[in-house]
């Protein structure tokens, strides 16, 4: 590597934007310098706004994400993107599409865009996806804005890191609310029905309303947007703005250590439980199929196991 780590961080300070793109190489796969990276940076953190979205295919959040970043241009913010690809190969076009819409900003110093493809297993996506976010909070962006897809765990996980959560939604979902993948709607603090000028736009709103409450039992903000056009985005960033403000203020703004630190322990114990050939793990599972405990008992003992070998 031609540039120390020092000299780099120092780059990266200063805001120069190809020592920013050296540092996400560096760290987005886990590689080696990323410990002393990350370590370096650790100072500055904490100050960007971390906004996720995330929601079905199609419902038109890379769109979004492009006016919502022209908005908070507009309001002379930085940002900082980055787009996770799901694993599945279909969506290969799908993040040069993104790259695409995205490029009426490419001259643009004030934003840097970085697609992360979800490599491995579960954990470490979100573990990628925390090192982008680190090395753009140190470069100085104001905000970080995260795109995922409501699939997967590994994407509640991910999208469980912002601090600000946005779950886009597309009209005509009916009774198919239903079957959004449980957790996504819940971990949201506004949800968005995306494409406003589809006549069914209104009745899903209505339908989400009805059905939201989020952790704290409150009602979820339910709004409505036309990406495409950049309709609603200047009430949805107001919203995020004030979202985000409070939450720098309470507790709950010091969270991201905390949920890296759980999304770490649980991705180091899956991997030890994956190496794990332990005839006591036999044991439990042979037992829980013949009836004579139950998972939550399994997995306790498991624990036990897991803390002793190590
Ligand atoms: N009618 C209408 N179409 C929209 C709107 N917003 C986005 N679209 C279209 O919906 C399609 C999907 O938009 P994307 O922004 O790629 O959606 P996405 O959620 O990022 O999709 P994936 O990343 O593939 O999951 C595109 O053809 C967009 O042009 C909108 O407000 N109204
Ligand atoms: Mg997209």
Redesign the pocket.
Known sequence: MPLSVDDLVIGLRAGNRAALARAITLVENNGPHTGEILQQVSPDLGRAIVVGFT?A????????VGAFVKALRTRGKTVGVIAVDPSSPL?GG?VL??RI?MSEHSEDDGVFVRSLASRGHLGGLSRSAAHVIDVMDAYGMDYIVL?T?GAGQSEVEVADIADVKIV?CAPGLGDDVQAIKAGILEIADILVV?????PLAERTARQLEARTTGETGTKIPVMK?????GEGLEALTDRIETIAALQKQSEKGKDRPRKLLKAAALEYLGSELDRQDSPEYDALAAKIVRGEIGFEEAARAVLKIAAVEK
């Open positions: 929601g295919p199609g419902a038109g959040k890379s769109t979004m969506s799908a599409g993104d819409r795109e897809v886009v995306n494409k406003a000028d589809n947007t036309i990406a495409l056009e």
